[in-house]
């Protein structure tokens, strides 16, 4: 849907961002012109929520042999919306002896830190809110405020579970942070760029950065795809809110369309780590093999879509197969192995580069 | 030194966390009264009473054929098993001989009940630990031996099938076959559930070393069943004691030393291939004869005490029935596994992270009905 509107003709974008500005002045135009980019994006954040959740529940049905939900509209289309609706109606409870002020903000950290994340994504070449020079780094940095939210939000719970669910959080994105962070300056030592424009663009000529940087660029997806499962505190990571431990985590105390909050967060944090490692692994909006270079109109953000697709349905494979592990399983793992291994990869990136051994 | 330092700078606090009666690892109402530091343990406390339902006390009420509906409560997942030692007590006071057709179908419907058993723990387990599919692969392999239960007694739980004397009717004509069937299922799903599970690492990492019992221990605390096999405590009924018709069937006490969370996880495993086994043997050759010997229509047991153990899918389950000659026990007492069981988990979860604890329940397969009753 948001190809359409996006991709096949620039020039109705063009013409919507012209007539705004030959109706009002200039200020006045711009601001509305952010409004409503805002309003697409924030349309986009929930469309792409509500259908990740009914992927996972899909990609678990089969997985699990099961049907999964397939009530609601054909193929169980509408089973999330209808889900939506009812956490949206449901009532806000909450124990007495909250911290009311930090228990209300919470949820908003979580969201609002995923939604600034997603601002920078490079949908497609045309399809990109705000591309900045140092794009991979700020989306780094803004996807890791999540985490206050969920430490903030587990400690004005008042509630033990709540609380232990919180701490193991801020354990788990410290540690897991290093290695997401070191995996992608892998990377960028390849490309010799933030920008995820040019990240993508690198790679239209030399092949996709997984294959330039053979040997160390998998070791480092493979680092990736490991922390960002961790960054994202899903299975076989989700220490967060295990459920056989903690009843529900940090949210067991948060319902309706607060709980929602943090629910949606998880998978657009799925979906950001998804496309972080599209873009630097795997050519972000570029076809395979360029077979799709020569046809124009051809919507590059389907390629970026499914591409997205399949590492997410690689992340839910994760979840539906292992168990979790204990925390301090989770510690070493990042500590002893993890950051050792990083930073070797990393040192043989630098090797392979200046001895320009890349494909 | 350093160390030392550091805890004389920060102070920590031990705190108490209620687990249960309302959680998810619990698998009932069971309530833990943890006192943590940290997400160490520092002791487990377990309160009991939220199902009790003072059957040992209803059983004076009732008469000995009632007791048997009684029983199935209490361990609701090998209440076949149940039934089979109270009707097994109750012969052995009245000196009935039931015929080979009673016992041979008695151990069949016994190692299936224990199948199902071990087949929903394993599902469990893996939930327990955080991998949800097991749940789902168990519960497709569970569910033929409902429907096999079902065909032949109508009940798929809480069966009834035993009576004092024999069995309340013959099998159906299909049980042969269909249990025949799941056998040749079952056996290539096992291999599927160490494929999933077993050999992963993670779950390997999480059981090994964890919750470990020594023999030792699990003699003194009265430990049974699967839980004191891992610990090379051999405590096999149907081993040592054997009833119904376990002498004449060849099968091996699974048996581990390590005493740790795996160990109970193999033991098992591989009494589930046990259990295959002996059904292999018993089920091409159940003998003809009487279903059910003829008992007056009210049983009054001899004065006396009598005492029956059997081996229940959690361990030795023991029923003790005091009789004065009525037609009503004077006094039953029920010797459960889970309850033993239960007394030795703060031994072992002392010290050890909230997570391991979760794990070593979940090796124990509690079930709350039979430690509370």
């Known amino acids: 849907m948001n190809f359409l509107i996006m991709n096949i003709p620039l020039n109705i974008t063009s013409t919507i961002h012209d007539w705004i500005y030959s109706i009002m002045p200039e200020t006045a135009a ?61 009532e806000l409870t909450s124990n007495d002896r909250i911290d009311k002020f930090l228990y209300n903000l919470a949820p908003y950290f979580v969201i609002v830190s995923t939604l ?66 070191l995996s992608l300056l892998t990377m960028v030592l390849l490309t010799g760029t933030l920008q995820l424009s040019e990240i993508i663009e ?24 490991i922390a960002g499962t961790a960054e994202t505190n899903r299975a076989p990571f989700d220490l967060v809110e295990a459920e056989s431990e903690l009843g529900a985590g940090f949210h067991t105390e948060y319902s309706g369309m607060k709980f929602a909050y943090f629910f949606l967060a998880e998978f657009i944090n799925m979906f950001i780590i998804a496309s ?34 399949m590492i997410i349905i690689l992340m839910m494979w994760f979840r539906w197969t292992f168990p979790r592990l204990r925390v301090d399983q989770l510690l070493t793992l990042e500590w002893k192995y993890l950051l050792p291994i990083n930073l070797a990869n990393l040192m043989f990136m630098a090797v392979i580069i200046w001895m320009n051994w890349t494909i | ?111 299936l009940t224990r199948i199902a058993s071990h087949c929903l723990w394993w599902g469990v387990m893996g939930m327990d630990l955080g991998a949800l599919t097991t749940y789902f692969y168990a519960f497709r392999d569970r569910e033929y031996i409902n429907d096999i239960f079902e065909e032949t007694c109508g009940a798929r739980l809480t069966m009834n099938y035993n009576a004092p004397g024999g069995l309340m009717f013959d099998i159906h004509p299909n049980f042969v076959k269909r249990t025949k069937d799941f056998i040749k299922h079952f056996k290539t799903k096992i291999p599927e559930y160490d494929r999933l599970v077993t050999g992963n690492v993670i779950f390997q990492k999480r059981t090994k070393g964890v919750g470990v019992l020594t023999k030792e221990d699990a003699i003194s605390y009265g430990v049974t069943g699967p839980v004191a096999r891992g610990s090379g405590l051999s405590s096999d009924v149907r081993k040592l004691h054997p009833y119904s018709a376990y002498d004449r069937v060849d099968f091996k006490e699974a048996l581990l030393t390590a005493g740790d969370t795996f160990a109970r996880y193999e033991v098992r495993i591989m009494e589930l291939w046990e259990s295959i086994s002996i059904i292999e043997q018993l089920i091409d050759n159940i003998p003809e004869g009487e279903i059910k010997a003829t008992t007056k229509a009210v049983i009054k047991l001899p004065k006396g005490e009598y005492y029956q153990r059997v081996e229940a899918a959690r361990g030795e389950l023991g029923v003790y029935i005091n009789s004065t000659g009525t037609k009503n026990p004077y006094r039953v007492k029920f010797r459960s596994p889970g309850f033993s069981n239960l007394s030795v988990l703060n031994h ?4 050890s992270k909230i997570a391991d604890l979760v794990a070593t329940m979940a090796s124990f397969d509690f079930v709350i009905p039979d430690i509370d009753r």
């Open chain 1, 202 to 225: 690198v790679q239209r000529t030399g092949g996709w950065l997984i294959l330039q940087g053979h040997i160390p660029a998998i070791i480092a997806f493979m680092i990736f795809m």
């Open chain 1, 116 to 181: 600034i994340g997603i601002s920078v994504f490079p949908f497609s070449k045309q399809f990109q809110a705000f591309d900045i020079n140092i794009g991979l780094f700020f989306l780094f940095a803004v996807s890791s405020i999540g985490v206050i939210g969920i430490l903030v939000g587990g400690w004005a719970s008042n509630n033990k579970f709540a609380l232990i669910g919180a701490m193991r959080s801020g354990l788990q994105t410290i540690s897991y942070e290093l290695s997401v962070g």
């Open chain 2, 348 to 351: 072992i979860t002392k010290g």
């Open chain 2, 1 to 111: 030194m350093a160390d030392q330092e550091l805890e004389t700078k920060i102070k920590t606090e031990e705190y108490f966390v209620n687990m249960g009666p309302q959680h998810p690892a619990a698998h009932g109402v069971l309530r833990l009264l943890l006192t943590i530091d940290g997400e160490i343990i520092k002791n487990v406390e377990p309160d009991l009473g939220y199902i009790h339902r003072s059957i040992e006390k209803m059983c004076e009420r009732d008469s000995y054929q009632q007791i048997v509906h009684l029983t199935d409560r209490m361990d609701y997942l090998s209440s076949n098993i149940n039934n089979e030692a109270v009707c097994l007590a109750v012969e052995k006071a009245l000196e009935i001989e039931v015929s080979d057709r009673v016992k041979v179908i008695r151990t069949i419907i016994s190692e």
């Open chain 1, 276 to 309: 972080i490692a599209v873009v630097v692994f795997f050519g972000g909006w570029l076809s395979p093999f360029g077979i799709t270079d020569g046809i124009t109109w051809f919507p590059e953000v389907l390629w970026f879509l499914i591409k997205v697709v």
């Open chain 1, 30 to 90: 711009s601001i509305t012109i952010m409004v409503l980019i805002a309003v697409i994006y924030l349309a986009l954040f929930a469309i792409i929520g509500l259908y990740l959740v009914l992927l996972e529940r899909k990609v678990a049905a089969w997985f699990q042999l099961r049907l999964g939900p397939n009530r609601v509209g054909p193929w169980g289309i509408f089973q999330t919306i209808a889900d939506a609706l009812k956490l949206v109606s449901k």
